[in-house]
């Protein structure tokens, strides 16, 4: 069920962030809410050698998981330069893994063709996702404690 309140809060929280964290040129930012009503920001680390970034949600993912808080939410939202608009970047497959941790019920902003600010169930992105092939009760073994 979509919440247009926290959907609208997050929005607000990354694109503050980018404006502040990127002041020019190149900006992305992610907010994550949880179900304790947290709300955990992050952006991508810089590094000199590509095959050790990180995508701009780990960081906030990390923090809920770090606090066990379950994820309901997750936005990426990056823009091109100061001039530009701000646009949502869908989870890439590997956030898609690590969000799966708290269900597949994750609410995650989606790219969509008209700059709408969107937000769908992690398992509308992938409906033939791999943990089909196990029942409820095997998978619930990973997170019983969150």
Same mark, same amino acid.
């Given at each position: 069920m979509r919440n247009r309140e926290i959907e609208k809060q997050m929005y607000e929280i990354a694109t503050e962030l980018i404006q502040k964290r990127y002041p020019t040129g190149w900006g992305g930012a992610a907010v994550i809410h949880?179900?304790?009503d947290s709300y955990f920001?992050?952006?991508?680390?810089?590094?000199?050698n590509s095959?050790?970034?990180l995508?701009? %949600?780990?960081?906030?993912?990390?923090?809920?998981?770090?606090?066990n808080e379950?994820?309901?939410?997750?936005?990426?939202v990056v823009r091109d330069d100061e001039n530009? =608009?701000?646009?949502v970047l869908s989870p890439c497959g590997i956030c898609q893994e690590r969000l799966r941790y708290w269900g597949e019920d994750v609410?995650?902003?989606?790219t969509t063709d008209n700059g709408e600010?969107?937000?769908?169930?992690?398992? %509308?992105?992938? =409906?033939?996702?791999?943990?089909?092939?196990?029942?409820a009760e095997e998978l619930e073994t990973y997170t019983e404690d969150v």
């Amino acid at each position: 069920m979509r919440n247009r309140e926290i959907e609208k809060q997050m929005y607000e929280i990354a694109t503050e962030l980018i404006q502040k964290r990127y002041p020019t040129g190149w900006g992305g930012a992610a907010v994550i809410h949880t179900a304790k009503d947290s709300y955990f920001s992050s952006v991508a680390i810089e590094t000199c050698n590509s095959s050790a970034a990180l995508c701009i %949600e780990v960081g906030a993912m990390c923090e809920a998981h770090k606090y066990n808080e379950k994820v309901t939410h997750c936005l990426c939202v990056v823009r091109d330069d100061e001039n530009s =608009p701000f646009k949502v970047l869908s989870p890439c497959g590997i956030c898609q893994e690590r969000l799966r941790y708290w269900g597949e019920d994750v609410q995650v902003g989606v790219t969509t063709d008209n700059g709408e600010v969107l937000f769908v169930e992690l398992k %509308e992105l992938q =409906p033939y996702h791999w943990t089909r092939a196990y029942n409820a009760e095997e998978l619930e073994t990973y997170t019983e404690d969150v």
